[in-house]
């Protein structure tokens, strides 16, 4: 190489080393007057080419500025680009300038730096405006940003499917909100790269960019995409220090509003270019770390983005330039826009209602911008738009949506799927569209198969909003509106051992004596007896230990069957068990399905025995006209396949245990928590005016409720005086997200 050096460029025993790069070699050439930088090609045309067309670029913007980019250097034949052989192997070469200063990567940051880095950067822009060059706009480059969709096949390399989701999850919001744009935004050539590694900073200002090995010709907003994907890497807020950018950017070359609008998701399709290539290039290419350089701080600033409402984002970017901001309807315009058509039966959350938008993940997100945690939403299991459950979606509906009248492959396997997850008794599934509709059918199965009427049920239970359920449902007989206990119904008392008759560790086995002598003394016997595991609108409260055993063998020496309401704490939220009957170490004959099994997808479903559905098949045919159609079946199973594959039972029992841990840590602190109850993500904790007489405190419980909506944290009540907090998060849900909650509390109860 020094020989190379001295024949082709007339250098003097120069220092030569080797530097970092991804694709071409790179040297650092140390000379007595001056250093530079030689890159390293193979000898094919295409690079040659390529070579050729970014020197061309170099040397026109030399015309303006000669100090902030790299400079071509000719060989002693006044050529640019050079060859020879190394190692019997043709090589291309370049000889570039080399350019001081420190790397933005490892300078320290200011507001100054960053506007700096905004102004740079459109300068460039406006310098490449009118350059044209054939070879780069002929090119189809993974890592410009219109070309976004290639790196969607380096997905499947990204090992973490909790990690997987998130780009996933920004695939498919680049083709709603990114693709339909695209062909009425200028295009130019840029740099295409302005990665921390690349732009160089002196006296705390962009002195320099160098590397133009990404040149392309495309939509000129990418620029600044790529600027601020690597700029914000590492910033807990990064939309604060993105606006410095943005601002003087805008100052020197205005940018149009559609362009803005689009500015959050090409953000985070050049993280997920990033991620998507680093996990590939592990796989190929290990011994490579410079492609994984900015890895770790991508993701990073990928699950902050995630989180951060893309309006709030929109209208900062938007601000920084002097748009105008979008108006958004009041609050009350909106909700006597719905009382008009809606009835105000149809109640709403919270003293102050929220205008919600779009939600990802464990997130929501409002038509102001703001970002909400939501801390208790039980129906999206596995996270809001799981892209995984999204895809399965649109992809069967697409292709076929029709009924069970005729054969699909959808139904026998997710049926069967579903099945692997019950234990043997229970072998038939018969498929509907809502937990309430379940429950109906299991009445109705429960009934003929016992010829049998009266049901046994739970105080505060609730099992749908049919007629037949609502018979059942102790939570709404005996409220409001509700006609009281029916003569079809024995209510019995709750096994609650915090605020019931038995409270010591053996009151389940209490609670289970009383509940069999009510049984035994009934005028008629039990069809069926039906509770769910934890009783949610009591103010979540576990079924006392002991109890189901012994009620289940009562209700079966009848003659009855038992009935077990999964469709709030089954598909794992218990953390220990994937079904809340487990904990209690009892089968059921009947198991009613539905909210978080299509993740917010109408579908709901009933598990039983082969003899009973034997029974049921009398020859009036069971029919629902959207039960088991293939796109909820799909949907079913896109749900199973990411409870599986992101261990959600798993992170719902250590989440959850820390929850608990961190809920106890609060009631040694705080006397108006009276009781902290419940299993895996599936939690709740008591206000208490007095810990002896437990005279519950609901005032206390709506306050936390509606101070927590303040602080963007979502919660809600429950209980029979409303003073309980309930906490059904999304399976997703991480000890963070837990230590916002705690926090938040923390901060109310103090007050």
Partial sequence: MINFLKTEYNFINPKIKKLVGYDIVNYKVETDSENYILKVYPNKKEEIDLANAENEILLHLQKQQNNRFPKPIKNQDNKFITTFKENNTEKTVRLLTYLEGEFLGETEHSARLFKSFGKFLAEIDLQLQNCRNYVIE??????????????????????????????????????????????????????????????????????????????????????????????????????????????????????????????????????????????????????????????????????????????????????????????????????????????????????????????????????????????YNNIPHVGHSHPRVVEAGQKQMAKLNTNTRYLYDWLNSYSANLLNYFPKPLNKVFMVNSGSAASDLALRLARNFTNKSKIAVLEYGYHGNMKSTIEISHYKFSGKGGKGTSKNVMCLPIPDSYRGEFRDEKAGLSYAKSAVQQINNSDENIAAFIAEPIVGCAGQVPLAKGYLNDVYTAVRNQGGICISDEVQTGFGRLGDVFWGFEKHKVIPDIVILGKPMGNGHPIGAVITTDKIASAFNNGMEFFSSFGGNPVSCAIGQAVLDVIEEEHLQQNAKNVGDYYIQKLNELQLKYECIGDVRGSGLFIGFEFVKNRLTLEPDTELAQKVKNELRNNLILVDTDGPYNSVIKLKPPLCFTKENVDKVIRAIDSILQI
């Fill in 138 to 375: 002929a090119r189809t480059l993974k890592w410009d940003l219109q070309y976004f969709l290639m790196n969607e096949k380096y997905l499947k390399d990204i090992s973490n499917p909790s990690d997987r989701k998130i780009a996933a999850h920004f695939f498919q919001k680049y083709k709603e909100n990114v693709i339909p744009v695209l062909p009425t935004l200028r295009k130019q050539i840029i740099h295409d790269d302005a990665n921390e590694w690349n732009t160089l900073v002196q006296n705390n200002r962009i002195s320099g960019i160098i590397d133009f090995g990404d040149l392309c010709y495309t939509q000129l907003i990418n620029e600044l995409a790529i600027a601020l994907a690597y700029s914000l890497l590492g910033k807990k807020e990064p939309v604060k220090w993105a606006v410095h950018i943005v601002l003087e950017y805008h100052k020197v070359l205005p940018l149009e509003n559609k362009e803005i609008d689009i500015l959050y998701w090409l953000i985070a399709a050049r993280l997920c270019t990033t991620v998507c290539n680093s996990a590939y290039e592990r796989i190929q290419r290990p011994e490579n770390s410079y492609i994984q350089i900015s890895e770790k701080p991508a993701w990073e600033l990928l699950k902050i983005w995630a989180a951060i409402n893309p309006i709030f984002v929109r209208n900062e970017f938007r601000k920084a330039a002097g748009f105008e901001i979008q108006k958004t309807k009041e609050i009350e315009t909106v909700k006597k826009k719905r009382l008009k058509s809606i009835s105000s039966i149809f109640s709403i959350s919270y003293k102050k209602p929220i205008y919600m938008e779009s939600a990802a993940f464990q997130y929501m997100f409002d038509k102001y911008g703001n970002s909400y945690l939501d801390a």
